[in-house]
């Protein structure tokens, strides 16, 4: 365990569906993200939050809705999906908002039918 | 945009050889250089690190190169053993704070 757990490991939901995937962080970390990891691409940075406030959202569609009620939970909930969303959800932390020190959770393999 | 070019995509080598991979980046205010390993069914972590102050930098069997002039890092393995195997990602870390990413190599080692 890196000291970021993501549940559940695996998740096939339809396309019609609503479902949420967790993470939390027992660093004591101050800002979370959650990646997007795709076959043969490079991760994709979907949100950031620091402090329990979102301070980037890279353009992502509206079906992916992040909430992160205190600095150690990040929630994705997830509705109305996309076969192209299937992929792996990866949850991270650092210490603060910046480039060092990642600690990336196992992630959450989605698969959506 | 910014972007994270990384190569091979795939390496397979024996056992005892060494391993080279490259990336190059296009943001020259890139200072932060990570590397990842991503082992089978677990998230990346992190293996070893260098900052554009510095031109190499060893860690036992592992070693990383910067040449910020060329705009190139690479990752050098030493005498490669099976539990080296896994998908290893070269990172920058851009000028507006985030890190970009390279899309990945998978290493092989061959018993």
């Known amino acids: 365990e890196t000291g970021v757990t993501q549940t559940p490991r695996h998740l096939v939901m339809g396309m019609t569906n609503k479902k949420s995937l967790k993470c939390e962080q027992h660093?004591?970390?101050?800002?979370m993200y959650w990646y997007k990891q795709s076959a043969k691409k490079p991760l994709e940075l979907m949100f950031v939050?620091?402090?329990?406030?979102?301070?980037e959202n890279n353009s992502v569609p509206s079906r992916f809705s992040p909430e992160c009620p205190n600095s150690s939970h990040l929630f994705l909930h997830l509705h109305t999906l996309q076969p192209e969303d299937s992929a792996l959800y990866l949850c991270?932390?650092?210490?603060?908002?910046?480039?060092?020190?990642?600690?990336f959770g196992s992630g959450t393999r989605l698969t959506v039918v | 945009g910014e972007n994270v070019e990384q190569h091979p995509s795939t390496l397979s080598v024996q056992e005892g050889d060494s391993a080279v991979i490259k990336c190059t980046y296009s943001?020259?205010?890139?200072?932060?250089f990570p590397w990842y390993k991503q082992e089978l069914g677990k998230g990346p972590q992190l293996i070893i690190d260098?900052?554009?102050?510095?031109g190499e930098k060893k860690d036992q069997r592992i070693a990383v190169t910067l040449n910020k002039t060329a705009k190139h890092f690479s990752l050098h393995i030493t005498e490669t053993q099976p539990e080296d195997s896994a998908v290893y990602f070269c990172?920058?870390?851009?000028?507006?704070?985030?890190?970009?990413f390279g899309k990945g190599t998978k290493l092989s080692v061959k018993p």
């Open positions: 991270a932390s650092t210490a603060t908002p910046d480039v060092y020190g990642y600690t």
């Open positions: 660093l004591g970390h101050n800002a």
């Open positions: 939050y620091s402090l329990e406030e979102r301070v």
């Open positions: 943001d020259s205010a890139s200072n932060y």
């Open positions: 260098i900052r554009s102050n510095v």
């Open positions: 990172a920058a870390g851009g000028s507006q704070g985030n890190l970009i």
